[in-house]
């Protein structure tokens, strides 16, 4: 049996290397192609695709998933659902997320990749019990990390507990890039030997080690891996579809997938993003992440945040500080929201001098439990020093939250047209107020006018440069192997 592929181009993708910039209207002439390649799913959903298409896009995201679930016919659609916190930044009340995940199902959603981001599981149990309710499928997620209290005897305890729960299928997600090659063998083969649903694997290139990685995974039994199209991969982004599929091709764990195709989709992907130009991050690989666990795009925010302090030259200092910090709250993983919480802590840390002088109401919430259970107890002197004067929770924080759809309903009042609105008011309030707003004055600027715009902006300075040779489909290299290989009679 093959090696499967989850493509992430729309969803993680430009995430990651576009600051989730992607509009609706470049992902719909494409997707039916995409349809066609013979993925194991698409990522299209979840994660910050939410919040940026209604806060900076103008561009709703439920009308995005509908229209691409017309297109996907072949293909499972999947989606990274933060657990409690649904695709926002605090946790949510049990009805918010029940009613979010029957409307997704509804509105065209199939894998439902759900986790939390100090891997307390209690976290996950209203998300998983709804999406089973609701029809879809349960991809149970282990957040990776290094820590000295994160082993293979904790991911495989984690992917026990995951199955009895309900999951239909396991994820391991490396967010950070810091999963080495002979780690991803062995907790690949003990997880594979302890449950007996599918288990896939999701790394970023950040430190580098992502495609071999996902060799040695595959060499243990992973069933699927995710990838990106070729020109929006690499980087903070995922390996490549194109490079994958060609190095098992004729092996035992080739995916027969069609690198021409590919091909064809990555050079339609090439020219899309010319027109966010202006968001390109820092794309390159990072080795220090090895060292400091900084995710790629955490380290694009520390900069932005610094830069707006005047305190650039504080960066080195504030990476420094970043492991001190997530050691002092029990060195939850990286990811949204703990890599903000811990990385906006870090620099107040590093600019006034002192250690927790000034903290974020997040870090006094996470220090409290409000967020779950931290994987190591907090530092008793970093809680006296954050949060002296409250006792923390012990229990499931979603627990003290009361419902909130019904106050929702009543304060978006009118603006709200559906319940995906309502929904998605309780999510970001004043964001989806604007955007509802802005939706019922007409909507303003048409999309492709704003879409030709920002085309517009990002080749200005290049007008006078002749195309590349590789958005030329005659010169593709991967076609031209594949002649090679047809010639050679493979």
């Known amino acids: 049996m093959g090696v499967k592929i989850t493509d992430t181009t729309l969803r993680d993708a430009h995430q990651s290397l576009l600051a989730t910039r992607m509009r609706t209207e470049d ?3 494409i997707a039916e192609e995409i349809d066609s390649v013979g993925y194991h799913s698409v990522e299209i959903w979840g994660g910050a695709t939410f919040d940026t298409a209604l806060r900076f896009l103008h561009d709703d995201p439920w009308e995005r998933l509908r229209e691409l679930k017309k297109r996907f016919k072949k293909t499972p659609t999947q989606m ?26 509804k509105n065209g959603m199939d894998i439902f990749r759900i986790f939390d981001a100090v891997n307390d599981l209690r976290n996950l149990e209203t998300a998983i019990r709804a999406v089973k309710r609701a029809g ?13 209290v994160h082993t293979i005897d904790t991911y495989v305890k984690m992917a026990k507990e995951l199955v009895q729960m309900g999951s239909d299928s396991i994820c391991l997600k490396d967010m950070a890039g810091l999963l080495h090659p002979y780690d991803a063998y062995e907790i690949t083969k003990r997880i594979k030997e302890a449950v007996n649903v599918p288990l896939q694997l999701h790394c970023h290139c950040t430190s580098g080690m992502a495609e071999m990685s996902y060799v040695k ?25 194109e490079s994958t599929v060609a190095t098992f091709e004729g092996t035992e764990h080739d995916a027969k997938l069609d690198l021409e195709q590919l091909t064809h989709i990555s050079d339609y992907f090439a020219e899309v993003r010319k027109k966010y130009a202006a968001f390109e991050g820092n794309v390159r690989v990072d080795a220090g992440v090895l060292l400091h666990q900084v995710p790629g795009g955490m380290i694009s925010n520390l900069v932005s945040q610094l830069r707006d302090q005047g305190a650039l030259d504080k960066l080195k200092d504030v990476l420094g500080e970043i492991p001190r910090v997530r050691a002092d709250f029990g060195y939850p993983p990286l990811v949204t929201p703990t890599s903000q919480i811990v990385g906006t802590q870090a620099v107040l840390n590093a600019l006034f001098g002192q250690r927790y002088k000034q ?27 954050i949060a002296a004067d409250a006792k923390p929770i012990t229990d499931r924080p979603a627990d003290h ?23 998605s008011s309780v999510l970001f309030p004043q964001v989806v107020r604007d955007f509802l707003e802005w939706r019922a004055g007409g909507a303003g600027l048409e999309n492709e006018i704003v879409a030709a715009l920002a085309a517009a902006l990002s080749h200005g300075r290049n ?7 590789g958005t030329d489909s005659t010169r593709s290299p991967w076609k031209q192997a594949g002649r090679q290989r047809l010639l050679r009679g493979r």
């Open 463 to 469: 007008a006078a440069e002749p195309a590349p040779t």
């Open 217 to 241: 995974a595959i060499e243990a039994g992973m069933d699927v891996i995710d990838c990106a199209i070729s020109s929006l991969s690499q980087g903070t982004s995922q390996p490549s579809c």
């Open 80 to 105: 990274l659902l933060r657990g409690q916190n649904v695709v926002g930044y605090r946790h949510y009340a049990d009805d918010v997320v029940e009613k979010f995940i029957e409307l997704a199902v």
């Open 136 to 148: 879809g499928h349960v991809q149970g997620t282990i957040c990776y990390t290094i820590s000295p």
């Open 401 to 423: 939250i009361k419902p909130e759809m019904a106050n929702a309903k009543k304060e978006i009042g009118k603006l709200a047209t559906s319940e995906e609105d309502i929904v």
């Open 27 to 29: 992902m719909l002439p």
């Open 359 to 385: 903290v974020t109401k997040e870090s006094r919430a996470y220090v409290l439990g409000q967020y779950g259970a931290s994987p190591a107890p907090v530092n008793k002197e970093a809680q006296r020093a």
